[in-house]
């Protein structure tokens, strides 16, 4: 990483103990992934943040500089072949599926996230690169949104491994207290699902809660959460293509390219080849561990790249604004429902 606090990007070339910086994230996903089966309100790519800033805190030598060229690969071209795999587990006929009435609280509480995010980060004095991967992390899929949105902003590493504490600690806080909230409330299984697949960050967090709270909510909360991770496709595209205008001369014509990144068109024509049936039903349990290995060795590479004098220079705002995205988004999932006449 360099005095900037910006990773170091790798060469074409990956000399050999390059390499085995690369080898090095892949053993700490092999760590992390049976870790975040057993507890998966952690997680995989936590676990892999956390051991991968454990090692390069703890073993000098892992600091090298010829070692993080591999740590960058993982931190970012692994990372967006792991977006494209996600791709094949989705189904662009389930937007149709959740049905018309789903859609409006799905698309406004990521207004709410998304604008909440860039207003109340702003007034915090939240750093712009967290309070747009926070955004994007709570009002879409958690951590794989995060993954998307860190390939086209590049942020530093430290931001994406804070924006992952701060999703993580309400994912918690969501799994704990949703379930109960919502016998209080009195909601149906279809109702309490609509709101846990529009509330929670990421997916198995989403299930954790819904199929907690019974009565054919993990169902419907899986539907409605696939549609909301489907969002990753036009907030990336549209940052890209901010991104690439902030970064041209006035008057250019906008590279294709740079407005829209391979690895997400990669994960639209995964998710349209699996709607049409091209990937076979049977790979997709495997396709799914590998996305989920991919995340591990990616987050696993940002892990090691980070250094805790960034962590703590971050300061407590991005996890208050977290903490503020997160009611304002649960609590607007039932104003939505409400208003929806799907509140019941």
């Not at 496709?233 to 250019?252: D, H, K």
Request: with cysteine; glycine share 14%.
């Amino acid at each position: 990483m360099s005095d900037s606090g910006q990773p170091v990007r790798a060469s074409r070339r990956i000399t050999p103990i390059g390499l085995a910086g690369l080898v090095i994230t892949l053993s700490v996903a092999g760590v992390a992934m049976p870790l975040g089966s057993r507890l998966p309100l952690v997680g995989g790519p936590v676990f892999a943040v956390l051991i991968g800033c454990a090692i390069a805190t703890l073993v000098p030598a892992s600091r090298s500089g010829a070692l993080t060229a591999g740590y960058t690969i993982a931190a970012r071209t692994v990372l967006q072949a792991s977006v494209v795999l996600l791709g094949t587990g989705l189904s662009l006929s389930a937007v149709v599926e959740v049905g018309v009435s789903s859609v409006p609280v799905m698309l406004g509480t990521l207004v709410v996230a998304l604008l909440g995010a860039r207003w109340i980060g702003r007034w915090l004095g939240v750093d712009p690169q967290v309070r747009t991967l926070i955004g994007v992390g709570t009002g879409i899929c958690g951590a794989s949104a995060i993954a998307a949105v860190a390939s086209v902003c590049k942020p530093k590493n430290s931001d994406v491994a804070y924006a992952l504490g701060t999703i993580f600690t309400f994912n918690v806080a969501a799994v704990l207290t949703f379930p109960m909230l919502g016998h209080v409330i009195g909601m149906s299984g279809e109702s309490f699902g609509l709101w846990s697949g529009t509330a929670i960050n990421d997916t198995s967090s989403v299930v954790a809660a819904a199929y907690s709270f019974g009565g054919g909510a993990g169902e419907h909360a899986i539907v409605v959460k696939l549609t909301r991770a489907l969002m990753i496709i036009p907030v990336t595209v549209a940052l890209a293509v901010l991104l690439a205008r902030r970064g041209g001369s006035a008057g250019t014509a906008l590279p294709w390219r740079r407005a829209v990144p391979g690895f997400l068109i990669g994960f639209l024509v995964a998710a349209a080849l699996n709607t049409i049936g091209a990937v076979p039903s049977g790979w997709h349990g495997a396709l799914s561990l590998l996305a989920s290995f991919l995340i591990c060795v990616a987050m696993g590479g940002i892990g090691l790249l980070i250094r805790p004098a960034e962590l703590r220079a971050t300061g407590h705002r991005p996890i208050l604004l977290g903490g503020v995205l997160w009611v304002l988004v649960a609590l607007s999932s039932l104003v939505f429902q409400a208003m929806t006449g799907t509140l019941r």
